[in-house]
């Protein structure tokens, strides 16, 4: 009896867990612009919902893992005020509700999610 009770237990933690992963996932699924990003604490990061990149860094999260991030074509600066900007494939992996990895070329990042709405998505870097 114990046995079955902690089957039934187990079996329902885990499909709540799995369902709130879901819910979690659907809000992240979509593209993201960079609207904040404080000097003074360069590992956090605030992002907004948006129908496309436009002319601005950002990443997009899409379904099975895919990533496509907007970055900057070159580390250094060219002289002119503009930035070249270039879309980069990528991977992504949620690791827990709070916590995902992202991953592009050579490099990647663990980030903690700090607030994820409709509209708003604010990550902590917590490793490369």
Not at 102 to 127: D, F, M, P, Q, Y
């Amino acid at each position: 009896m114990n046995k079955l009770l902690v089957l039934i237990l187990f079996v329902v933690i885990n499909t709540s867990f799995s369902s709130f992963q879901r819910e979690q996932n659907k809000l992240l699924m979509k593209t993201w612009v960079l609207s904040k990003f404080d000097i003074k604490n360069i590992k956090e990061r605030t992002y907004k919902s948006a129908k496309e990149f436009e002319n601005n860094y950002g990443l997009q999260f899409m379904p099975n893992g895919k990533l496509i991030l907007k970055e900057n074509e070159s580390w250094c600066p060219t002289g002119n005020d503009k930035i070249n900007f270039e879309k980069i494939n990528g991977k992504w992996k949620r690791i827990s509700d709070s916590v995902i990895t992202i991953s592009w070329r050579k490099k990647g990042e663990k980030l903690l999610i700090l607030k994820l709405t409709e509209n708003e998505l604010t990550v902590r870097r917590i490793a490369y």
